[in-house]
């Protein structure tokens, strides 16, 4: 399994956690999620890895959050996938996967489970 980082190029922290990978010497896959999102599985596979739900990695600020209700503790996690689905700009990042795991790396130090640090 290859490194790979879900980064959104206008965040600080993504781009903190990219340049800590860069910086040992890992040579991630970039995946601009905005502009390609995980579809629902592959999001569903990551979310089982890290073992999160769909609420977890949610982004509030910046986002269609409040206007879509997704506050609403009844919401299924089906309904969460589904603004997900519409909205990428909802999923909290950088998401990384490594040999080592899956990890949300919010805060930035979270990387150093992934790495061996």
């Known amino acids: 399994m290859s490194t790979i980082i879900y980064h959104n190029p206008n965040c600080t922290t993504s781009r903190n956690v990219l340049a800590l990978l860069q910086e040992r010497g890992l040579k991630p896959q970039i995946i601009e ?28 600020n910046g986002t269609p959050y409040a ?8 919401l299924s996690d089906d309904k969460i996938l ?28 979270i990387l150093f489970e992934l790495i061996g640090e």
Not at 33 to 60: C, F, N, Q, V, W
């Open 82 to 109: 589904d603004a997900i689905e519409t909205h990428p700009i909802l999923i909290e990042r950088p998401i990384v996967v490594t040999p080592q795991g899956v990890r949300l790396c919010r805060p930035k130090e």
């Open 67 to 74: 206007e879509l209700g997704l506050d609403d503790p009844s």
């Open 33 to 60: 999620y905005l502009k390609t999102p995980p579809s629902r599985a592959r999001l569903s596979e990551l979310l089982a890895h890290m073992g999160k739900k769909p609420r977890d990695i949610l982004r509030k």
